[in-house]
């Protein structure tokens, strides 16, 4: 199999299905997560999974035939905390799988997997349970590189839709030219067409 001749039911190469997957979302897809602290020291960005889902039917095709998700119900525990409000109930799943479709040069079909769990807090036990596979899928979907500039902290809720302040200087290591963002982190290409981030180092 030719890594190089694989794409998505829809079309996609594996460097374009890459692309699209990192690719900025409109801005209202990005919130932060109130009393949550970043390395930075600000709060963290979470991403809307409704812009999530349409992406996924955009790079593999329609559930249930390019990719999907599933779980065994055993997996999926939903508590009443005790408490009221927002943190009355909460949902874990300990183990959900995303599959996804792949075509190699000879039209044969491939199906990919990756596991990952999932938690999440509600008033109402359904939308806690809710929330928690919604947290499964966008933990494995991070895994092929959904939005991987967010995770990587290049793009936030306080950078999209603001002109972010880049500055084109070298990289001392690699000789090539490297990018600085206002936020302070850095990104160059190499040789070899990988990519290189990190953090400006203090002057």
């Known amino acids: 199999m030719q890594l190089n001749q694989l794409k998505t039911l ?104 990756i596991q990952h769990s999932g938690g999440s807090q509600n008033g109402r036990p359904e939308y806690a349970a809710k929330g928690a596979l919604t947290s499964a899928l966008a933990g494995a979907v991070s895994k092929l590189g959904f939005q991987m500039s967010v995770y990587k902290g290049l793009r936030s809720h306080k950078t999209v839709g603001k002109k972010a302040k880049i500055e084109t200087t070298t990289c001392p290591i690699h000789h090539v030219p490297m990018r600085t963002y206002s936020n302070g982190k850095t990104a160059h290409q190499l040789p070899d067409k990988s990519w290189c981030y990190g953090a400006a180092k203090a002057a």
Request: glycine letters at 14%; hydrophobic letters at 35%; a negative charge.
């Open 10 to 113: 829809t079309g996609l190469t594996l460097a374009e299905l890459a692309a699209k997957l990192d690719a900025q979302l409109p801005e209202v897809a990005y919130k932060s997560i109130t009393g949550t602290h970043g390395k930075d020291g600000g709060e963290l960005t979470d991403i809307d999974p409704n812009y999530m889902n349409e992406v996924l039917v955009e790079c593999f095709g329609i559930v249930g035939v390019g990719h999907g998700f599933t779980y065994d119900p055993a997996h999926l525990t939903v508590q009443n905390t005790g408490e009221t409000g927002q943190k009355a109930w909460i949902a874990y799943l300990l183990q959900g799988t995303f599959y996804y479709v792949l075509v190699d040069g000879e039209g044969k079909e491939h199906t990919c997997t």
